[in-house]
Antibody, heavy 120, light 110 residues
Framework: QVQLQESGPGLVKPSETLSLTCTVS?????????WGWIRQPPGKGLEWIGY???????YYNQSLKSRVTMSVDTSKNQFSLNLRSVAAADTAVYYC?????????????WGQGILVTVSS | QSALTQPRSVSGSPGQSVTISCTGT?????????VSWYQQPPGKAPKLMIY???KRPSGVPDRFSGSKSGITASLTISGLQAEDEADYYC??????????FGSGTTVTVL
């Protein structure tokens, strides 16, 4: 079945850039679907970050738009998240996920998540 | 975009039914039939339970059902079981390619 796996540094210094990659297994990103990022600060709720199509079209949460860039690498079957100028408030578990078929307005497959801590 | 409003917690005894509400606005929940629900056990990733208001993915027990009236969507768990203890989040399309999550509800099985 389709699997997603987040990877990247678990510790990022304040003001630097958080960079994460999501590797997709058992499905070719080139074939379609939208792919997204969601985060969850410790003990808090889920926050949508944004999503991307295999063509590179991106859609970001307005609250993070000025600091977020997403990209897709179809040759590696991966998509990535860059979050600039991070602060302690960006400490969270970051999930990658796939938008489902049909209406395409829900996440049907999730990665296990990766904890990223922002600290000097 | 403010988070959709959910009760902080609900509880019930095994076998009972519980309902979680998710209140939005006429710009999101009230305007689109694109509400989904996610179950998140402690320390785990969320899992899709309901999509498009009332559709159940393959493998999700039919004890879980979804509905919507006006600006409020609801998730009902019938025949509550110990394994249903988790956090639950709603999620809605809000137009212009944007989305919003609910604030989350903790379900406790007494």
């Amino acid at each position: 079945q389709v699997q997603l796996q987040e990877s990247g540094p678990g510790l990022v210094k304040p003001s630097e850039t958080l960079s994460l990659t999501c590797t997709v297994s058992n499905y070719s990103i080139s074939s379609g679907y939208y792919w997204g990022w969601i985060r969850q600060p410790p003990g808090k709720g889920l926050e949508w970050i944004g999503y991307i199509y295999n063509s590179g079209n991106t859609y970001y949460n307005q609250s993070l738009k000025s600091r977020v860039t997403m990209s897709v690498d179809t040759s590696k079957n991966q998509f990535s998240l860059n979050l600039r100028s991070v602060a302690a408030a960006d400490t969270a578990v970051y999930y990658c996920a796939r938008f489902g078929a049909g209406s395409g307005t829900y996440f049907d497959i999730w990665g296990q998540g990766i904890l990223v801590t922002v600290s000097s | 975009q403010s988070a959709l409003t959910q009760p902080r917690s609900v509880s019930g005894s095994p076998g009972q039914s519980v309902t979680i509400s998710c209140t939005g606005t006429r710009s999101d929940v009230g305007n689109f039939n694109y509400v989904s629900w996610y179950q998140q056990p402690p320390g785990k990733a969320p899992k899709l339970m309901i999509y498009d208001v009332n559709k159940r993915p393959s493998g999700v027990p039919d004890r879980f059902s979804g509905s919507k009236s006006g600006i409020t969507a609801s998730l009902t768990i019938s025949g509550l079981q110990a394994e249903d203890e988790a956090d639950y989040y709603c999620w809605s399309y809000a137009g212009s390619s944007s989305y919003v999550f609910g604030s989350g509800t903790t379900v406790t099985v007494l």
